[in-house]
């Protein structure tokens, strides 16, 4: 149709993923506190309150926010003054640009007009996303090296050897999953998920890919400093790591960036391995179950349950990365390095090698 | 007992389940999962205690704030005889006498101050007392201020207690 | 459009170079070549060579730049101990030398003329990986080999006991 309705459907696309991505940021680091207490028999956040009501501390978020904006925003004496403010940016601002290429949705048809539900469909997809994430190690760097300290200094030279050794992985556990749906884009991807595998599974990236997908969540969680790798902030030993000498506003960047690269982290995970969107058993027409029975079911619904079945399986993500942060403990050093280099790597190309083979069979037609 | 090395049985290697490191993890989440359902459920089991609403009942030899007994009529039990001053390894008790209008009681306290900034709640004084006039079965800590002042127990806030 | 972006990223990413060289700090250096990479990303992105332009910012600047950011932090050496270059000709010497390359460049492009983006789909995921392991298989594996033998190399100058 006209230019504007082609910018008006991006800038609607764009506003509303984001404000969903950054609505469950604020969700999640309520869930994280509260989930916390309930694992460790605790009552966790339950004061902040308006208008006499707590609801279980849902208000503490909004309490935090306004407490960020309103602290003294220092910069430490001995600190490099650009770099120090200029590394909270580096933080955020690739965690949010990664948002870009998810599809949340099947493509809808408005007005004759076919509309992908995702802010950009690259020709590159996941690699792009890939390039992206791999600029956050910067912030990190950067923070720990501006603020001329002895602990983010060790914070930040232990999360750029970290994300340098697991992204290898993480790039190579990915490499099955292109293989198998032929594609590099997300939207491809999540559509060929669609299919049955053998009549009755749905052919998701983790029936297709099950070592590929726990190499990929372990990187995951690797890539997103999350425990069992929070070694740059592990504060047993580095106080708080790289952000130990910021405050304000910017550290509260930092725990933005981290709480969307959970987020971000998930819907890729739930893009590339269980489906993205797909609803299992629902075609465009309607639910067609393996044996034979199938009945018809609107457009709209279907259209709802897709979306909704992307929405929750990514809520669910963020909750296990919550749940495995108060369930295991944090690695030694040695041990990250050795689990990435000397078990993820090597599984990752068996998978890789495997993989291949079995496609070249199923193509050969044995 | 002479000192001796004491050689703690560890396991020798893991096992090749545990070792997979995998079916290990997925257990722990599982206990993890346990405590947090049963907690979401049954809210009034978790042994949290809020602390400024709630505050747990402390046993009944514990050593808290001060009190300061009354005799039958209201008056002070206390005869200044400056015992628990002198007890009290802090000297945080300032204590200043008077002459009592009772006939048969010759002093009583005019002032008898308790710097709880410098108390130590070691009990000397109650110990030291002859009449059994200060006894630290309140129960309570000391409340925190905002000023010094604040925190000088007077002789009327500890009648009170 | 795309020769005023040409020329945009084109700026962004000769400033940057100069930049990285003149700059006293190594920090300020890395951070300026992360920039250039990425302008050169972008110009691989104006000749439709997207997965190229993917692969230069998964690799350089997601890991090499990482790596030289790792040793600066690594040696942390204070900014007024940094040490002061000592040959004086060098610099007049990296200006002629880029005065050449300058030259060259506007001999090379009178030369020959770049094809049309959109004309060639070399820079696809395809495209790439079939170039990489038909025609240029040799050269591929080759580079490997002399990969793996560096990285052999440097652990056995590291590593006293294997």
């Given at each position: 149709m006209s230019p504007l309705f082609d910018l008006a459907v991006a800038v609607a696309r764009i506003a509303v993923f984001i404000s969903f991505c950054l609505g469950l940021v604020v969700i999640l680091t309520w869930v994280e506190r509260k989930g916390a207490a309930y694992i460790q028999d605790r009552r966790g956040p339950n004061r902040a309150r308006i208008l006499g009501l707590t609801l279980g501390g849902i208000f503490h978020p909004l309490a935090d926010a306004i407490k960020f904006l309103f602290k003294e925003d220092f910069i430490p004496d001995g600190a490099h003054r650009l770099f120090y403010q200029m590394a909270p940016m580096f933080a955020l601002a690739p965690a949010i640009m990664t948002m870009a290429v998810i599809p949340f949705g099947p493509p809808v048809t408005i007005a004759g007009h076919q509309i992908p539900l995702q802010i950009a469909d690259l020709n590159v997809g996941i690699l792009y996303l890939f390039a992206i994430s791999g600029m956050t190690v910067y912030g990190v760097v950067l923070a720990g090296w501006a603020s001329n300290s002895k602990y983010p200094l060790l914070g930040g030279l232990r999360s750029s050897a970290q994300m340098l050794s697991y992204e290898v992985s993480m790039g190579l556990s990915v490499v099955g999953i292109l293989m198998v749906f032929q594609s590099v884009q997300l939207s491809e991807i999540a559509r060929g998920q669609g299919e049955l595998l053998f009549g009755i599974l749905p052919k998701w990236g983790v029936f297709v890919q099950p070592l590929g997908f726990i190499l990929f969540l372990t990187a995951l969680y690797a890539e997103a400093n999350r425990t069992p790798f929070d070694l740059p902030e592990g504060e047993s030993e580095l106080v708080a790591g790289y952000h130990t000498e910021y405050g304000s506003f910017k550290f509260s960047m930092f725990m933005m960036a981290e709480y969307i690269h959970m987020v971000v982290g998930s819907a890729v995970l739930v893009t590339l391995?269980?489906?993205?969107?797909q609803f299992p058993y629902l075609a465009d027409a309607g639910f067609a179950f393996p044996g034979g029975v199938s009945f018809a079911v609107p457009a709209w619904a279907v259209l709802s349950l897709r979306i909704g079945s992307f929405v929750v399986k990514t809520v669910f993500f963020c909750w296990v990365y919550v749940w495995v942060r108060w369930t295991i403990p944090r690695f030694r050093y040695d041990q990250v390095m050795r689990l990435g280099w000397k078990v993820m790597l090597p599984l990752a190309l068996i998978n890789i090698f495997v993989t291949g083979l079995v496609l070249l069979l199923i193509d050969k037609g044995i | 007992m002479a000192i001796r090395v004491v050689k703690v049985a560890r396991p020798e290697k893991m096992s090749f389940g545990e070792s997979v490191y995998l079916l290990e993890i997925v257990k722990g989440l599982g206990v993890t999962m346990r405590h947090f359902l049963r907690n979401m459920a049954?809210?009034?089991?978790?042994?949290?205690i809020e602390y400024p609403e709630v505050r747990r009942v402390m046993p009944a030899r514990f050593r808290g704030c001060h009190r300061l007994m009354k005799r039958p009529g209201g008056a002070p039990r206390c005869v200044a005889c400056y015992m628990c001053a002198t007890a009290c390894p802090a000297k945080c008790i300032t204590i200043v006498a008077g002459e009592s209008p009772d006939p048969k009681i010759e002093k009583y306290p005019v002032r008898f101050d308790i710097d709880m900034l410098r108390c130590v709640f070691c009990g000397q004084c109650v110990e030291a007392c002859p009449v059994d006039a200060i006894r630290m079965d309140t129960g309570w800590y000391t409340m925190p201020e905002n000023t010094r002042e604040k925190l000088i127990y007077t002789i009327d806030m500890l009648l009170e207690k | 459009m795309e020769p005023i972006l040409f020329v945009i990223f084109g700026a962004i990413a000769v400033g940057g170079a100069i930049m990285v060289v003149t700059r006293r700090h190594p920090m300020a250096s890395a951070l300026y070549l992360i920039l250039t990479l990425f302008a050169v990303a972008a110009l691989f992105v104006l000749r439709q060579a997207h997965f190229l332009a993917a692969i230069q910012v998964i690799v350089y600047a997601g890991a090499v730049v990482v790596l030289f950011i790792f040793v600066i932090m690594l040696i942390n050496v204070p900014v007024h101990k940094l040490p002061v270059e000592r040959v004086t000709g060098l610099r007049f010497l990296g200006v002629l030398a880029a005065g050449l390359l300058i030259l060259e460049s506007a001999v090379l492009t009178r030369r020959f003329a770049m094809p049309r983006a959109s004309a060639v789909d070399a820079g696809s995921v395809q495209a790439v990986g079939k170039a990489l392991f038909t025609d240029y298989l040799l050269a591929f594996e080759i580079t490997s080999v002399l990969l793996l033998a560096a990285v052999i190399g440097a652990i056995a100058l590291a590593k006293k006991k294997i």
């Open positions: 391995f269980f489906g993205g969107w | 049954r809210q009034e089991n978790i042994p949290t | -």
